[in-house]
């Protein structure tokens, strides 16, 4: 078996493990909405975080055996795996829309990775490590501050909290390479102690901000915002410090680009598709009131066939009269009427 096979094979196990932790957390979303970051007494949760690590591990090994141009485009299957399996599994089955949204999603992905060109291993110094830290932090807490003010919105906060956690992965995939580039020129281990400290508090950050992002706007619209944020970010990043580039010079740029609009495009109709949906109770499904209890929904007559409803018949009741005052005069032995 080839090395380009067993890469192959890996990243394909790899998007599997991904979408089953990505539907799990969904699932723990929706049964503890009490707990959005850390439900640590959910077994659930933890089977979960062990199959995104099981992907990270596959994932990570992918790339040793194939090129980036490969492993990292078929990571983007994550979001094309995880609709079916929440259909077999779980029963959540996603609309047209949403399917158009993540397939156009994951080929804009794809084809967007597929024009990077990957230079010579390079590594971040200090200065650019530091940088690069300090803008991720700033970034993720104006994302999730943005989506705490419009709480109200939950497809927009999910949206936003799903960006956070794909820019907390992305930036930890790029610390993950400045690590490997170092070890291999057999750099000490002390002085990777920092960007190894930088790792777990962005994957970390990462899983606990997703995590939040599941609750109350389903599967697709922050699986795909988390699938397609974390290669972006990554890939931007090896452009503007790793020197990487896209192919065919000027061409492979616009077609880039065009591949990007493919994939925001897609995460658009994914958002969109889940707003439509929102608020809409499924066909006989209760609605609650102030008092009672809850009571079916009535279904709507056509606006051509409206007909006014007979009301029972209510028995008549004796109209009162006014109001009369009458008057009594007592005497030792009797009482008198006076007058009224």
Do not use: C
């Amino acid at each position: 078996m080839s090395a380009l096979t067993v890469a192959v094979l890996l990243s394909l196990v790899s998007a599997v493990a991904y979408a089953g932790g990505a539907i799990l957390q969904e699932r723990v979303a929706v049964t503890t909405p009490e707990r959005r970051y850390a439900p640590l007494r959910r077994g659930m949760w933890w089977v979960a975080i062990a199959l995104n690590s099981l992907g990270a591990l596959l994932h990570v090994v992918a790339l040793a055996y194939g090129p980036l141009s490969v492993v990292q485009p078929l990571g983007a299957l994550t979001i094309v795996f995880a609709l079916p399996m929440a259909a077999l599994f779980v029963r959540r089955k996603a609309g047209a829309t949403a399917w158009r949204g993540a397939i156009m999603a994951t080929v804009g992905l794809a084809g967007l990775l597929s024009l990077t060109q990957a230079a010579d291993a390079q590594s971040l110094d200090d200065a650019e490590r530091v940088m690069v830290a300090l803008a991720t932090g700033g970034a993720v807490l104006a994302l999730m501050v943005l989506a705490h003010a419009v709480h109200r919105h939950p497809v927009v906060r999910s949206v936003l909290l799903a960006g956070a956690a794909g820019v907390a992965f992305g930036i930890a995939s790029v610390f993950t390479k400045t690590v490997a580039v170092d070890w291999s020129e057999h750099e000490p281990l002390t002085q990777q102690l920092p960007s190894l400290g930088v790792i777990a508090v962005l994957a970390g950050a990462g899983v606990l901000i997703s995590q939040a992002s599941y609750r109350g706007a389903g599967l697709a619209a922050p699986l795909s915002t988390v699938t397609v944020v974390n290669p972006v970010v990554a890939a931007a990043v090896g452009l503007t410090l790793f020197g990487e580039s896209f192919r065919y010079g000027t061409a492979g740029m616009a077609v880039a680009l065009g591949f990007g609009v493919v994939a925001a495009g897609g995460l658009i109709l994914l958002t969109t598709e889940r707003i439509a949906t929102e608020g809409q109770p499924a066909p006989g499904a209760s609605v609650p009131v102030a008092k009672g209890g809850p009571v079916p929904a009535e279904p709507v007559a056509d606006a051509g066939d409206v007909r006014a409803h007979e009301l029972p018949a209510v028995p008549a009741q004796p109209t009162p009269g006014p109001h009369r005052r009458v008057l009594f005069r007592h005497t030792r032995h009797h009482r008198e009427r006076i007058g009224s």
